[in-house]
């Protein structure tokens, strides 16, 4: 993992112990009986809206939903399309933190359009009981595809 530069710590949210507090309750609303790991995810938009979501699971485990999926979909049914500055993830067995949970390759990808709708490079705020890891999207996906790739 790359961690944000000692300089982008001015751009941190300042309530992003709230954000992760968010990602961290979020895990309680988790649907996960073949896994039995809860995850939770907190996205704050620059209007100061957090919208969370926790993981969902299916007996055709394909079918599963992350967190940040879940929490992304719901912002954009809400009508939060742009504006995504931060997002916090949390997850352990039994609904506790435990080793640093970061996003999944699909989840970096629909973070990724999300943020693209705005323009932004969201701070994404790995934790773990003991640790706290924080980094830009696009270091966590470089090069990511996204709506500029599919433009003539």
Request: with cysteine; charged share 15%.
């Amino acid at each position: 993992m790359t961690p944000i530069l000692p300089d982008d710590r001015a751009e941190l949210p300042e309530d992003r112990a709230e954000l992760i507090a968010a990602a961290r309750a979020a895990m309680a609303g988790a649907y996960a009986p073949y896994s039995g790991f809860q995850v939770g995810a907190a996205l704050r938009f620059a209007d100061g809206t957090v919208v969370t979501g926790s993981n969902f699971e299916n007996a055709s485990y394909g079918l599963s939903l992350c967190a940040e999926t879940v929490a992304a979909a719901l912002a954009s049914q809400q009508g939060h399309r742009a504006g995504l500055v931060a997002v916090a993830i949390a997850g352990g067995p039994g609904g506790v933190p435990g080793a640093v949970v970061t996003p999944c390759g699909r989840c970096r990808q629909v973070l990724h359009e999300l943020a693209a709708l705005g323009g932004t490079d969201p701070l994404v705020i790995a934790t773990g009981a003991q640790e706290t890891v924080d980094m830009r999207l696009s270091a966590l996906l470089p090069l990511a595809f996204g709506p500029a790739n599919l433009e003539p």
